[in-house]
Structures are given as C-alpha cells and as structure tokens.
C-alpha cells in the first residue's frame, strides 16, 4: 500500500504531465472554434473538452488492454508496426495537413476573416475534427499515465484536474489567439511540429518532449516581446 505522500506526489506530477500534454490539444481547440461564429464558439469548447474527458476515462478504464497496443501486429522489413504507431502516424499527419491547410488559408485569405457559416454542418466538422485529435492526444496522454503509475484512482484524478484546469483557460487562451494575428500562425506552425513529432514516434525515432515544449515556449517568450516591443512604440 503507498503512502499518502507517495500518492500525493504522484498525483502532482501527473497533473502537471496531463496539463503539459494538454497543451497541444488546446491550441488545436482554440484554432478550430475560431473558425465558428461567436456564438457557437463556446459550445463548441466545451463539447470538444468533454470529450477529451470521456475519451480519456474510457481509455484509462482499458488502461491494461492499451499498453498492449504497444506490440507490434505487423512487421514489414524488420519494421515493427503497433496499433498506437500507427494511431499516432495517422494523427500526427492529419495534424500536419491541417495545420498546413490553415496556413496557406491564412496567408491566401488575409482579407477574408469571415467566420463559417453559421452552425450546422461547420458547427459538426470542427466537433468532429475535435474529437478526432482528442484520441490522438488521449491515447498519448493515457499511455503516458500508465507508465508513471498503476493507481487508477490517481490517473483518473490527474486526468480531470488537468481537464478542468484546460476548461478555465481555454477560452483565455482563445481570445489571446484571436486578439494576435502573428500567435496563431505561431501556434499552426507548432501543430506541424508536433504532428512531425507523433509521426517520427510511430517510426520508432524518439524525439525527447522536453525539447519540443523548450522550443515552444522560446518562441512563444520571443513573440511575446515582439507583441510588447510594438505596443510600446505605438505610445
């Protein structure tokens, strides 16, 4: 039986995993909705947050039989593929042409900043291409918990306090992306990263996150001087 401290530290620490992991998922959100009218853009959040929740819970609830995804079912030329390398290779590209599409949308449409049409079938795409990067992320985040402990209460903890803490400062996130141009271009361009990242892990190449999120938060510190920089020439 571990101790409380025990527990207590490793529930702050996956908490923390959780949050880091779920940042990429809220980038990807707060891009989306964008494209929603106003309205919609709220709901459309939350739908796609709680479906992060039950995606995770449900994978957490068949934690055992998803580390097994790990093995490989097919081998081509000593290549080993497993069922999370290829759920991450078919995400990580997804997320590289997304993220490529809205771009070159951005950059040939700059004077276009018309939100889609109003609900209905975009209000349905973007929940749908949602949930589709929920399970890519999930499944990441899930394995990730199943390897830093076998508590399942402490997982399920971890998992809906990091949930909650993406619920509150999504929306922020959100509005600070609309407000700045230069940051969702930033951000796309981070989705490409990671979506290289997740296809570069599904081909056995580890890329170590720490200097993915190093590199993220550099140029985020660096854009954020530039956003102050011309703030304070324009006084």
């Known amino acids: 039986m571990e101790s409380y401290t025990a527990l207590g530290a490793s529930l702050l620490t996956l908490t923390a995993m959780e949050i880091v992991l779920g940042i990429d998922n809220i980038i990807f959100l707060s891009l989306l909705v964008e494209k929603l009218p106003h309205h919609l853009q709220d709901k459309a959040r939350k739908i796609g947050l709680a479906g992060a929740t039950v995606m995770r819970l449900g994978l957490l609830s068949i934690a055992a039989w998803l580390v097994t995804l790990t093995q490989p079912f097919i081998t081509i030329f000593n290549f080993g593929l497993s069922g999370k390398g290829l759920i991450l290779m078919l995400g990580g590209l997804f997320?590289?042409?997304?993220?490529?599409?809205?771009?070159?949308?951005?950059?040939?449409?700059?004077?276009?900043?018309?939100?889609a049409g109003a609900g209905g079938k975009a209000f349905l795409s973007v929940v749908v291409q949602i949930l589709i990067m929920d399970l890519v992320f999930s499944l990441d985040s899930v394995i990730t918990a199943v390897g830093m402990t076998h508590n399942l209460t402490i997982m399920v903890l971890a998992n809906i306090i990091a949930l909650a803490v993406m619920l509150l400062a999504a929306k922020s996130i959100a509005s600070f992306v609309e407000r700045h141009p230069s940051i969702k271009i930033l951000a796309l361009s981070f989705l490409i990263m990671i979506g290289t990242m997740l296809v570069a892990e599904s081909l056995h190449f580890e890329v170590p996150k720490g200097y993915i999120y190093f590199a993220m938060a550099f140029s985020l510190f660096v854009e954020f001087l530039n956003i102050k920089a011309k703030k304070s020439s324009k006084h």
Do not use: F, M, N, R
Request: charged share 30%.
């Open 95 to 115: 997320l590289i042409y997304k993220a490529t599409h809205e771009i070159h949308d951005k950059l040939e449409s700059a004077g276009d900043h018309s939100p």
